[in-house]
Structures are given as structure tokens and as C-alpha cells.
């Protein structure tokens, strides 16, 4: 069955784009058919991760706009038969996507993959309003620092209220991905620990990316960090997110993190 992803934050720079691009390799690492589309319309940096910008010849606007088909839009990944790109537009705004046309393209899309993982921009804005609505799932995106966190909160209240699924009674299945994660810098209180911001937030833990030049270098040579450095930290533990997801029982991995801090982190989810 279908499933519609969107990785949305309510703070910018958080590393929701690298992220969508890590986590939808990922997943088409384990043979599924994934489609990584991008909602951040006006500014467009998906495809650059992904190093289909020479590529790009429609966008999501045409296609929402009914001026290009989606297999015209959909740029195949090099490296992984699985894996395509819907890119933005980078020359109209936000305004150009229409309800009625991004619930057609996410229909379409639903039809040809096994995971559709949406981009979105950040805060609660149109676009990011859009790119959450046709949701099935949720991955919030946060840095352990207070502002991300407090912005996190109010994105996970949009996603209960604004989404379809809250709309028709259901449950909004919500999963954390903390990124730029440094135990050292946590222990001498410069961010928060990870403790911390669950229980803020209180969403189950998907993922703890640590802070890692390995992320930088694979944005600048166009490739997700799960392709280009797969035994990187942030890249085992992005692969270990998508199994999450999936369904598999994955040890959490907390970079650095002291031991015990595992059990009790551990008690208070089951509780």
C-alpha cells in the first residue's frame, strides 16, 4: 500500500531537505519504489541534493497546472533504478499550487510508488500546508536547540488539525528526527539533550542524526549521504530511520551518548 511521507519542520535549516533525500534513497536501497518530491516552491533545492539540477525540464507547478504529465516531470535517479525526483519550480510562487491540483498529482503518484516523501518548506505557510495535507505519515525535523524545538511544536499541532487524516477523525502517525546532534556539546548544556526534547515534543524517536561534515559533502557533490558515504554515522543512522519506518525493530543509537541513558530513555516510551 501506498504511503505519502512528508518531512516538515516549523524552523528553517534544519536539514529537512537532506534528510527527505537520505531517508528516500534509503528506503528505495531496500527495493522500494520512491518518489522524493519537492514543495519549497521559489527557492527549489532537492534536486541539487539529489544531483538532478542539470536535468530538471518540468516541475511540480507544471504538473499541478496541468501543463506537463508527471512521467514528464519525474527525473530517475542515476544510481538507483527506484528512485525519482519531482523538483519545484525555482521562477513562481507559492501561490500557483492549487488544493485541487496538488490532490490530483499526489493521487497520481500514490498510483505508481510505494513511498511519496514531500519536502516541505518550513513554518505554516501555503506550502507547507499543502505538502502535509495528503500525509499518511509525518516526520518532524528538529535541531536540539530551544527555538527548533518550540517551532517543532507548533508544526506537530498543524499536522493533528490541517491534514486530511485529522480531518476525517484519524490518527496523524508522527516520528522525531533529530539532526546536527552532539552528546559533547549537550553534556556541557550548549543544546539540548535528547531527553529533553521528547519530552517537549512527546512523538516517538525515529532518528538521531549526529553532526557531521559527511552531510555537507554530500550536499555539495549532489548525492544523498546514504549513497555516497554509507558508512558515515549520519548515514547509518538515516538507513536505521527508513527501517523504522518500514516496520523493523531498530536499536536506537545515540552518538556519544553515556551508557544507561538507554533504558531510561526506553522505560519512558513504553510508559
Not at 147 to 163: E, P
Not at 183 to 198: I, P, S, T, Y
Not at 253 to 265: H, I, N, Q, T
Request: glycine content about 8%; some cysteine.
Amino acid at each position: 500500500m501506498s504511503q505519502v511521507l512528508v518531512v516538515t519542520s516549523g524552523k528553517g535549516g534544519v536539514g529537512k531537505t537532506t534528510s527527505t533525500a537520505a531517508i528516500g534513497a534509503a528506503l528505495a536501497m531496500s527495493g522500494q519504489r520512491v518518489a522524493v518530491v519537492d514543495f519549497d516552491v521559489g527557492l527549489r533545492n532537492l534536486d541539487l541534493v539529489m544531483g538532478a539540477e542539470r536535468r530538471v525540464v518540468y516541475d511540480l507547478i507544471n504538473v499541478v497546472q496541468g501543463e506537463a504529465k508527471l512521467q514528464q516531470a519525474l527525473i530517475r535517479d542515476k544510481r538507483l533504478d527506484t528512485l525519482y525526483v519531482l523538483p519545484a519550480s525555482q521562477t513562481r510562487d507559492k501561490d500557483a499550487l492549487t488544493a485541487e491540483g496538488v490532490a490530483r498529482v499526489m493521487e497520481e503518484l500514490r498510483g505508481h510508488f510505494d513511498w511519496v516523501v514531500c519536502d516541505s518548506p518550513a513554518g505554516i505557510e501555503r506550502g507547507a500546508m499543502l505538502a502535509m495535507r495528503h500525509a499518511d505519515v509525518a516526520i518532524v525535523v528538529t535541531n536540539p536547540e530551544v527555538s527548533s524545538v518550540r517551532d517543532s511544536d507548533r508544526i506537530i499541532g498543524m499536522l493533528d488539525s490541517k491534514t486530511l487524516k485529522a480531518e476525517r477523525g484519524e490518527y496523524m502517525e508522527k516520528h522525531l528526527l533529530l539532526t546536527r546532534y552532539d552528546a559533547a556539546r549537550a553534556e556541557r548544556g550548549q543544546m539540548l539533550k535528547v531527553e529533553d526534547v521528547l519530552e517537549i515534543l512527546s512523538i516517538p524517536l525515529l532518528g538521531i542524526i549526529p553532526e557531521s561534515e559527511a552531510v555537507l559533502n554530500a550536499s555539495n557533490v549532489g548525492c544523498p549521504v546514504t549513497l555516497v558515504d554509507a558508512d558515515s554515522a549520519p548515514a547509518r543512522a538515516y538507513i536505521d530511520a527508513a527501517r523504522r519506518l518500514e516496520g523493523e525493530n531498530i536499536p536506537m543509537v545515540v552518538p556519544a551518548e553515556r551508557r544507561g541513558f538507554m533504558s531510561k530513555l526506553f522505560g519512558r516510551r513504553a510508559a
